[in-house]
């Protein structure tokens, strides 16, 4: 079986409250299969042209007419071929992980087997966390009126966002937590918003809360002060959307103190990266919850990510994305109608059992985002500059 073509795919679809981007890539082989993957960048792909060059450029002509056996040897291939030229992190390595999805979807297609299975099986649901909001976005009742549906199928894990007026924020969380029942565990996130000094605080107001984890609290950069803080902090912190490999990994457990691991298979390099990766998080005792925020393809990576690995015991599920999931992704439900008992489905049909609807993602083309930052509405906010 040999790779007769690699084509990404750029989307920017409408959602209630932004447009979003998406990068996917779809390859194709002598035999007639045709495999889907996808990239994100931490909040879908804001630049999905920048990437789908990346792919077009540097990873189709290393993978055209090359015989797919296994994934590994051909997805070490593009990271070695480019690793001195393009880096091994960001871009290129999320451009990678959207061809390297693909090619596990290829290979288990043509075993006749689902990418779970093929990766060692060891659970048929994975369940889900819901991701909602910025706190500042409304009320507690807001807030836990968008959280319901999920609640009502059985989720049982909710994580809302602070920002730059973090101390009404945590006066909603106080009494959202009040309205929420109390097995419903909760976790935030600071996306990366606040200084050293701030994030030592609202850990400590988030431990008073039974908070689960505090999330990217300072800019991933950063790295002193996450250390500083994952040794003061009440609550666990989590990072690992913007962390790309093994080697990246071990510096966030070993210095940075990071106990809760979120790598995201269309992010840190692909299926097989993620699953080493969690096999590392295990020896340091840290938590693997995979990063979720991108479209339908990415949604069943980090499945078949979860359904394979023991110590994964829930992945991220962002509320806002389950419309461009609908409409994009051919399969199994992946919104409301998909989860029971707080969990989704792992696919059995082979392949990875998600594909693109290209007819759909046809009809939504790439717009270059131009001076839009995505994950604002009007422009730069506060919580893209840091806390005051
Ligand atoms: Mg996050």
């Given amino acids: 079986m040999q790779i007769t073509s690699v084509v990404p795919v750029t989307v920017t679809f409408p959602l209630g409250r932004e447009p979003m981007s998406f990068c996917f890539v779809r390859l ?10 996808e990239a994100c960048d931490s909040y879908g792909c804001s630049y999905a042209g920048v990437l789908a060059e990346v792919i077009t450029q540097a990873y189709a002509p290393l993978l055209i007419g090359r015989d797919i056996v296994a994934v590994e040897p051909l997805a070490d291939r593009l990271r070695l071929s480019t690793r001195r030229r393009l880096g091994d992190q960001w871009v290129a390595t999320q451009a990678r992980s959207a061809v390297e999805i693909a090619l596990w979807d290829l290979v288990a297609q043509a075993a006749g087997r689902s990418v779970s299975q093929l990766l060692g ?4 649901r994975v369940a889900v966390y819901a991701s909602s909001t910025f706190l500042d976005e409304g009320p507690a009742q807001f807030h836990a009126d968008l959280l319901a ?23 909603t969380l106080t009494e959202l ?25 609202i850990a400590a107001r988030l431990g008073e809360l039974g908070v689960r984890w505090f999330e990217e609290p300072i800019p991933q950069g ?31 457990l070993t210095h940075d103190g990071i106990s809760v691991l979120q790598p995201d298979v269309s992010i840190s390099g692909g299926i097989a990266e993620s699953r080493a990766i969690a096999g590392l998080a295990s020896y340091y005792g840290a938590r693997i919850v ?11 990576g980090n499945v078949a990510l979860a359904a394979s690995v023991h110590a994964i015991r829930a992945i991220e599920y962002p509320l806002s994305l389950i419309p461009a999931w609908e409409a994009l992704g051919v399969g199994p439900p992946l919104g409301l109608a998909g989860i029971q008992d707080g969990s989704l489905a792992v696919p059995s049909v082979p392949g990875l059992g998600v594909r693109l609807a290209e007819d759909v993602a046809a009809r939504y083309p790439y717009q270059v985002p131009g001076a839009r930052v995505a994950g604002t509405v009007g422009g730069l906010p506060d919580r893209f500059v840091g806390d005051r």
Wanted: aromatic fraction near 4%; charge should be negative.
């Fill in 28 to 37: 194709e082989t002598d035999d007639g299969l045709v495999g889907y993957g």
């Fill in 222 to 252: 950063a790295r002193a002060a996450i250390a500083t803080l994952s040794a003061r902090s009440a609550v666990p912190i989590a990072y690992g959307e913007h962390l790309y490999g093994r080697e990246d990994v071990l510096g966030a």
């Fill in 177 to 201: 937590r009040g309205l929420l029942d109390d097995d419903i565990a909760l976790m935030v996130d600071g996306s990366e918003t606040f200084t050293l000094p701030t994030a030592v605080e």
């Fill in 121 to 124: 099986q060891v659970r048929d």
């Fill in 290 to 300: 995979p990063h979720v925020c991108a479209g339908p393809i990415s949604l069943a």
């Fill in 149 to 171: 549906p999920l609640l009502e199928r059985g989720v049982r894990m909710a994580k809302v966002r602070v920002g730059p007026d973090w101390q009404q924020d945590l006066r």
